[in-house]
């Protein structure tokens, strides 16, 4: 095709496989694989990972058109790793029509009345962990947002918040994590195969607990609890929407993985930011002690409150795009396109490198300066990509804005800390961008600190 978008397809069937993954192998991860090919080729280039043509993009124009999607020309489309370890129902996988539908029937958990519950328990669980920490302690960032980000999630979905069960499945979950960017290779000593055996063992751990509810009547407050009351809604109603046990199972799984790891990377990269930005980190507390001053003592956080914090509001979309926790947005060709000048063809698969357009300098002044203020003005369309856009974007987007600003809130009106570590090498074989050494911190509990009760 000779109008198609400049790059190499590699070795026959290999493509570039080999060099996409010793690049996340390195600990620089997929941006180094993407950026060297971008440099060489422009903002339109195309390659072959997994056997699969890939064309990245990193243009806000053509952001704009793929996530929208007017055209109706593309799907949301993961390698096959990811797809089989999350699942045929995942709503990362669904086709446009069965999207709709898991969206309609998923929706309820990120509700008002859902999310302001939530919140006010997500500040309660920061609350207790945090006043753990001692004065000169060294504390791993990544691994306390790990904790408790799964523990509120867990909590919320499937009513477990403690116990070997929650233990083992956080396991299982980390498993599935470190699996999603691996070779597809069903080998007993493969990574993948690891991850595949950890889905099983989730599977079986939700069907044991929508059984016991089924059979022996047991009920509790929580999202698997309102998805098993549509289903029995639904045989009475065939106008009302319904799903299977496997897309509960599938999108249990999803939202579990998505709530955990990709929040609690985002928190971990927060602190690092502020640790190493003095400037932005004293605004930020000035504003939040000021906060603090007016809401009774020993008080829980609302989702009301939340709207109060205009620049820790900043401060989380500002580490949001330096960080780019979810990187680059796949989408399948549904039909032959143009785009950039540049023919698509029907079957390939094509990615909004968010992270290019996160630190485009034509996009983002000096986009490798943490300011948080650059937000005081509108943005330019289709500039800040941390949930996607259009029709997919993440459906627990306000979720993680509301963990983020509860943990801000709590650490800085409690600890001054130093980054004991600057180290950015990423974890290998993450999905989401994590930080290798978990973000390391020397905390100091400030004078005037009082224990929430």
């Known amino acids: 095709m000779s109008d198609a978008p400049p790059g190499s397809c590699g070795l026959p069937l290999l493509g570039e496989t080999v060099q996409f993954m010793a690049a996340i192998h390195r600990g620089r991860g997929f941006y180094d694989f993407v950026q060297s090919r971008r440099l060489r080729y422009g903002n339109c280039f195309k390659t072959n990972i997994f056997g699969i043509t890939q064309v990245f993009l990193s ?7 793929i996530l929208n999607n007017e055209s109706g020309k593309f799907t949301k489309r993961y390698i096959r790793s990811i797809a089989e370890l999350v699942g045929d129902h995942s709503i990362l996988c669904a086709s446009q029509q069965h999207h709709k539908l898991l969206r309609t029937c998923l929706g309820n958990l990120f509700s008002t009345a859902s999310l302001s519950k939530f919140t006010r328990q997500f500040d309660e669980s920061v609350v207790q962990s ?4 001692g004065d000169g302690d060294i504390v791993i960032i990544l691994n306390e947002a790990l904790e408790i980000t ?9 009513g477990l918040e403690d116990g070997d069960e929650l233990k083992t499945l956080q396991k299982d979950i980390d498993c599935i994590c470190k699996a999603m960017l691996a070779l597809p290779l069903r080998l007993p000593w493969t990574r993948f195969r690891r991850g595949l055996q950890a889905r099983e063992r989730i599977m ?109 509001s900043k401060v989380v979309k500002e580490s949001l795009r330096m960080a780019s926790i979810v990187p680059w947005f796949p989408r399948l060709v549904l039909q032959d396109s ?9 079957g390939w698969t094509v990615n909004v490198d968010a992270r290019s357009i996160h630190l485009d300098p034509s996009v983002h002044t000096n986009p490798h300066e943490f300011n948080p203020s650059r937000f005081d003005d509108e943005s330019k369309p289709y500039s800040f990509l941390a949930f996607g856009m259009g029709a997919r974007t993440c459906l627990g987007t306000n979720m993680a804005r509301a963990m983020m600003l509860v943990f801000l809130h709590r650490l800085v009106t409690s600890y001054e800390w130093e980054v004991m570590d600057s180290d950015s090498t990423l974890e290998k074989w993450a999905m989401f961008s994590r930080l290798k050494n978990g973000c390391p911190v020397m905390v100091k509990r400030l004078a005037d600190h009082t224990t929430p009760v």
């Open 204 to 312: 079986r751990t939700l069907e044991t607990i929508t059984s016991e509810r089924r059979h022996r009547g047991i009920s509790q407050d929580d999202f698997l609890q309102h998805l098993l009351a549509l289903i029995e809604k639904a045989y009475c109603d065939v106008d009302l929407p319904r799903l299977t046990d496997g897309e509960i199972k599938d999108n249990i799984l999803t939202m579990i993985i998505a709530g955990q790891d990709t929040t609690a990377s985002a928190i971990t990269w927060m602190v690092k930011y502020l640790g190493e930005n003095q400037k932005a980190l004293d605004i930020l507390r000035a504003e939040q002690l000021h906060f603090a001053k007016r809401i009774s003592p020993g008080s829980r956080l609302s989702l009301e409150d939340l709207s109060q914090m205009p620049y820790a």
């Open 59 to 65: 243009s806000t124009a053509s952001a704009k058109m």
């Open 150 to 158: 799964f523990k509120a999630i867990c909590g919320i979905l499937i």
């Open 338 to 346: 143009k785009i950039e000048g540049y023919q698509l063809k029907r």
């Open 130 to 133: 945090l006043e753990g920490w």
